[in-house]
């Protein structure tokens, strides 16, 4: 064989054993790279850290809840028991129920209400029932009932008004001097059946009657007869007075709205002055006629006769003696 042609079929044999060697290192190397990055994989871990933070948070959210109870009951309570104040605010609270004592409220809008005040006190069955006004935020001092059944705890409200009450269709006759309203225990009780013997004290400001000339036997109160729609007089008694106040007392059948009134000294005197004249005369008159015919009951010429006649009859006689 020619050189050139054995020299073609060696280096043909050559290249191709030589790379047969070299090609299994790279084998090794390429699995020893795929082994060795399954390690890192194992950060799965975490995914347990995960679970725990999502676990723990749960539980801490849920507790709050419990709290949300106690704000819905707290302002319940609290308004309630709130004392009242001569320039108003909440009620009273009582420990009796239904339609009896109680903390009632007042109906008249409080745009006219000039001022107002509260007292609370305990009622049972068969005492005497005494609710003061030591404030004196307005013209009530006190009212007094009995009462026939144990109401509890029980509030009034006393309030003077700027303006008529918004209760009420008029006003009654007279000079008004103050409007005034008094609420006993819930609606109704005032009036009730269960209490009896109501009275109720008030105080009148003496400028008043000296700058309009108020006769103070004129001094009267009125009620407003909320079935009745009227204005009824209730019996007044001056029981005491000084340099500025005088003080009254009247009995009333019930407590709802009241005006006092007043009448000038030139108005209430003069009708009783000119009906006690006008009977003093016609008594007069009566007394001399009926003395004229007592002294001579209408036998005048008669008895002229008589005396004639008896004067007569004795001239008689005495010419026949003669």
Not at 119 to 129: C, R, Y
Not at 146 to 152: F, Y
Not at 224 to 248: A, G
Not at 284 to 298: A, T
């Amino acid at each position: 064989m020619p050189i050139n042609d054995i020299t073609e079929g060696t280096s043909i044999t050559t290249n191709t054993t030589t790379p047969d060697q070299p090609v299994k290192p790279p084998a090794n190397n390429t699995t020893t790279n795929t082994t060795t990055p399954e390690k890192p994989v194992e950060p799965k871990v975490p995914s347990n850290n995960t679970t725990n933070n999502t676990t723990t948070p749960v539980e801490k959210p849920a507790e709050p809840t419990v709290p949300v109870t106690t704000p819905t009951e707290t302002p319940v309570e609290t308004p309630v028991e709130d004392t009242g104040s001569s320039s108003g605010g909440s009620h009273h609270s009582s420990s009796s129920g239904g339609s009896s004592g109680g903390a009632g409220g007042s109906p008249e809008p409080a745009k006219n209400v000039a001022s107002k005040e509260i007292s609370q006190t305990f009622i049972t069955k068969g005492k005497p029932v005494v609710f003061n006004f030591p404030q004196n935020a307005t013209c009530i001092e006190f009212i007094k009932f009995e009462a026939k059944k144990t109401a509890g705890k029980t509030t009034t409200i006393v309030e003077d008004l700027k303006n008529k009450s918004t209760l009420v269709s008029d006003l009654p006759e007279g000079i008004v001097y103050k409007s005034f309203n008094v609420w006993v225990g819930n609606a109704g009780y005032g009036n009730s059946k269960d209490i009896e013997n109501k009275s109720i004290g008030f105080k009148v400001n003496n400028v008043w009657i000296l700058d309009d000339h108020i006769n103070k036997s004129s001094v009267a109160l009125f009620r407003y007869d909320d079935e009745n729609k009227e204005w009824v007089k209730l019996p007044v008694k001056l029981v005491d007075e000084d340099e500025q106040v005088l003080h009254f007392t009247a009995e009333t059948p019930g407590f709802s709205s009241f005006v006092i009134t007043g009448e000038k000294i030139g108005v209430e005197s003069t009708e009783p002055a000119v009906k006690s004249e006008i009977n003093k005369s016609t008594d007069l008159n009566m007394s001399e006629n009926n003395s004229e015919n007592s002294r001579d009951p209408g036998f005048g010429p008669v008895a002229v006769i008589l005396i004639v006649g008896a004067v007569g009859l004795c001239c008689l006689y005495f010419y026949r003696k003669m």
